[in-house]
């Protein structure tokens, strides 16, 4: 059974940055697409980014563009989302998924592989 153990996130003020990690106890792991997601209150689950297999191609969500980074690291199993220049509006629990599909043009279709989430909160 597929398991996702996450861990990282937490409160920091604007401009902080933080570190997630998704640490998969999958032995496909280094065959598998990875991704971030979030979701803030009241509002629809959105990309942040996602990876593919061998980490030579990422693709980001507009609003994290340029400041977030995704990296993986197959012999750890265990995907990163590097989070700088935090701004209010990251606060949102962040999941990570194994397993999606990538589209062409930047999409992810999840998986039913999901991390527990982890709470972001950045204060203004």
């Known amino acids: 059974q597929v398991q996702l153990v996450q861990s990282g996130g937490g409160l920091v003020q604007a401009g902080g940055s933080l570190r997630l990690s998704c640490e998969d106890s999958?032995?496909?792991?280094?065959?598998?697409?990875m991704a971030w997601l979030r979701q803030a209150p009241g509002k629809e689950r959105e990309l942040v980014a996602s990876i593919n297999w061998n980490g030579n191609s990422q693709s980001y969500g507009a609003p994290v563009r340029g400041r977030f980074t995704i990296s993986r690291d197959n012999a750890r199993n265990t995907v990163f989302l590097q989070m700088n220049d935090l701004k209010p509006e990251d606060t949102a629990v962040y999941y990570c998924?194994?397993?999606?599909?990538?589209?062409?043009?930047?999409?992810?279709?999840?998986?039913?592989?999901w991390g527990q989430g982890t709470q972001v909160t950045v204060s203004s």
């Open positions: 998924n194994a397993g999606g599909a990538r589209g062409a043009t930047g999409d992810y279709y999840p998986s039913n592989y």
């Open positions: 999958a032995a496909t792991f280094g065959r598998s697409n």
